[in-house]
């Protein structure tokens, strides 16, 4: 079965410090793996997928087989970054995604 | 573009009273559409997913069903609410690869 581990409940930085939010996966094939985003009254939304390998808004996520992570990194934490982010796993197919507990990101002034 | 709708925003209801929360997409055709349930502290748990009319497939046992009527709609219902179900409600839609795009949810308390 396939699991997706976000080890920090919260995560508290400070502005203009580097961001890294943790993700391991478990899976047996070849998964796509994806961050969302929730911003504070507002719907669970895409940020990044890794076949894309975009950087959206600062943000950037490598995906390591080897140690079976997809970190979300920003090099430089704005104070609009404060969310919630969940990092969500996919087979590919039309069968779900299987998502973290997700990590609350604030950022402090 | 796209968008997908869910109602009621909100939802109180008693114990035992019967569920229904509706899902509904605009701008696309055969969707692929999930429901998932997000409890606090414990990410999102997908429920049903459809990828066609009148089919359903349910990923964990509760006491929720899930129906598609048509193309672009998408319902979960309960005959009798239990206070577990409590929690908040997404529906997503998907083109058909992985990616989906959710809905803003319902805030469903059972009392």
């Known amino acids: 079965a396939q699991r997706v581990t976000q080890p920090e409940k919260l995560l508290s930085v400070f502005k203009g410090a580097p961001v890294e939010l943790k993700c391991n996966y478990s899976?047996?094939?070849?998964?796509?793996l994806f961050w969302y985003v929730q911003y504070s009254r507002q719907r669970l939304q895409l940020l990044l997928r890794h076949i894309s390998r975009e950087s959206i808004k600062g943000f950037t996520a490598d995906l390591n087989k080897g140690e079976t992570s997809f970190h979300l990194k920003k090099p430089f934490a704005q104070e609009e970054d404060s969310a919630m982010y969940y990092c969500a796993i996919s087979g590919g197919g039309a069968d779900g995604l299987t998502f973290g507990k997700g990590t609350h990101l604030i950022i402090q002034p | 573009s796209q968008t997908i709708h869910q109602w009621p925003a909100t939802l109180v209801q008693p114990v035992g009273s019967p569920l229904s929360l509706e899902c509904t997409v605009e701008g696309t055709s055969n969707p692929n559409l999930y429901w998932y349930r997000q409890a606090a502290g414990r990410g999102l748990q997908l429920l049903f997913y459809?990828?066609?009319?009148?089919?359903i497939s349910s990923e964990v046992p509760q006491n929720l069903s899930a129906s598609r009527p048509q193309d672009r709609q998408f319902i979960l219902s309960s005959k009798k609410l239990l206070l577990s179900d409590s929690g908040f409600y997404l529906c997503?839609?998907?083109?058909?690869?992985?990616?989906?795009?959710f809905g803003p949810g319902t805030r469903l308390t059972v009392t």
């Open positions: 459809s990828v066609g009319i009148g089919q």
């Open positions: 997503a839609w998907s083109p058909g690869v992985a990616e989906q795009y």
């Open positions: 899976y047996s094939g070849s998964p796509e």
